[in-house]
C-alpha cells in the first residue's frame, strides 16, 4: 500500500489516495499503521476517495480502528495533498465527511497549498444531537461529577462530539488518567473528545485534547472549534479566537448569524512510502 505521512499542527495521520488504490480493511489497516513503535506511526488513517457529490471524499478512522465521522487538522491536509498531488487545480475544493460536505479554501504559494480555511459547519448545540444525556436546548457551563470530581462542562458538536471544560492550569493535568474517565462516562453514549481549556485573553484560548479512540493528540481541529464557541457561549472569549495546542495555533471565527464556524490553519506533507500489510 502506498501512502503519504501528513499533519496538521502535529495531528498527524497517515493518507491513501484511493483514486488509485484499495484499502480492504480500513479499520485493521489504521491500527497496523497508527503503531508509533511497529507500524508508521500516527493519529489514525484517513482515505482520499472520489465522491458523487464533492470533489472528494475523506472517509477516517482512529488510531483504534473506529470510525470518525470528521477531523479538521485531516481535512486542511486532505485539501492539500488533492491540490499538490495534482488530482483538483481548484482553489476552493469541496469534500465529503461523515459530517457532511465541507468547503476549503486553499492559499496557494509556489505550486503548493500552505494555508487551508475550512467552513466547518453549524455547531450543534442541542445535548440530544451532539450526542450528551443532559437536559434542556444547551448544556452550556453544567456541573457534572466525573471520576469523582465535579467538572462545569460545555459540550458543542462540530461534526464530533465535543465535551470543554475551563481550568486554571492544563500543562500539569494528568491526561493519561483525567481523559478515558470522560470519553467513557455513561454521559456520552458515543463516547466523547474532552478539551481542557485555559483562558489567556478574550482571544486567545490555550487548549489540550483527549480524542475518543486515540489518547491525546497534538491539535484536534472540530475540537479547537467546539472550543473557541464553548469560551463564546460562556463569556470568555470573543471573535475570532486563537486556539494554541500542542502542535500549533488555529484561528478559529463563529459566525453568530449563520452559525457556521471557520477554522484556519496549516497543514504539512512529511513523508510517503509503502508498506506491507
Known amino acids: 500500500m502506498h501512502f503519504t505521512k501528513m499533519h496538521g499542527i502535529g495531528n498527524d495521520y497517515v493518507y491513501v489516495d ?32 472520489p465522491s458523487d457529490e464533492a470533489d472528494f471524499e475523506m472517509d477516517m478512522y482512529n488510531a483504534d480502528g473506529s470510525r ?5 487538522n485531516g481535512i486542511r491536509c486532505v485539501g492539500k495533498y488533492v491540490y499538490d498531488h495534482g488530482l483538483t487545480d481548484k482553489t476552493t475544493v469541496r469534500i465529503a465527511t461523515g459530517s457532511g460536505v465541507k468547503i476549503l479554501e486553499l492559499t496557494v504559494e509556489d505550486g503548493k497549498a500552505v494555508l487551508l480555511k475550512v467552513d466547518m459547519g453549524a455547531a450543534i448545540l442541542k445535548p440530544a444531537d451532539i450526542p450528551v444525556r443532559l437536559e434542556g436546548d444547551r448544556a452550556v457551563d453544567v456541573p457534572v461529577t466525573i471520576g469523582g470530581k465535579e467538572w462545569r462542562i460545555t459540550c458543542v458538536s462540530t461534526g464530533n462530539p465535543h465535551c470543554v471544560t475551563f481550568v486554571p492550569e492544563v500543562e500539569d493535568l494528568p ?3 483525567i481523559g478515558p474517565l470522560f470519553e467513557n462516562d455513561d454521559i456520552f453514549p458515543d463516547r466523547v473528545n474532552t478539551e481542557f481549556v485555559k483562558v489567556l485573553d478574550d482571544h486567545t484560548l490555550r487548549m489540550r485534547v483527549w480524542e475518543r479512540g486515540s489518547g491525546e493528540t ?3 481541529g472540530t475540537g479547537a472549534c467546539a472550543t473557541a464557541v464553548a469560551a463564546i457561549l460562556n463569556g470568555l472569549a470573543q471573535n475570532p479566537v486563537t486556539v494554541k495546542l500542542n502542535g500549533g495555533d488555529l484561528l478559529i471565527d463563529w459566525d453568530r448569524e449563520s452559525g457556521h464556524i471557520f477554522m484556519t490553519g496549516p497543514a504539512t506533507e512529511v513523508f510517503e512510502g509503502d508498506i506491507d500489510l
Open 68 to 72: 470518525g465521522k470528521m477531523c479538521g
Open 218 to 220: 497534538w491539535a484536534c
Open 18 to 49: 484511493c483514486t488509485r488504490e484499495t484499502v480492504a480493511d480500513p479499520a485493521r489497516t489504521a491500527i497496523v499503521v497508527s503503531d508509533r513503535h511497529f507500524g508508521i506511526g500516527s493519529d489514525g488513517l484517513i482515505l482520499i476517495k
Open 175 to 177: 491526561l493519561e488518567k
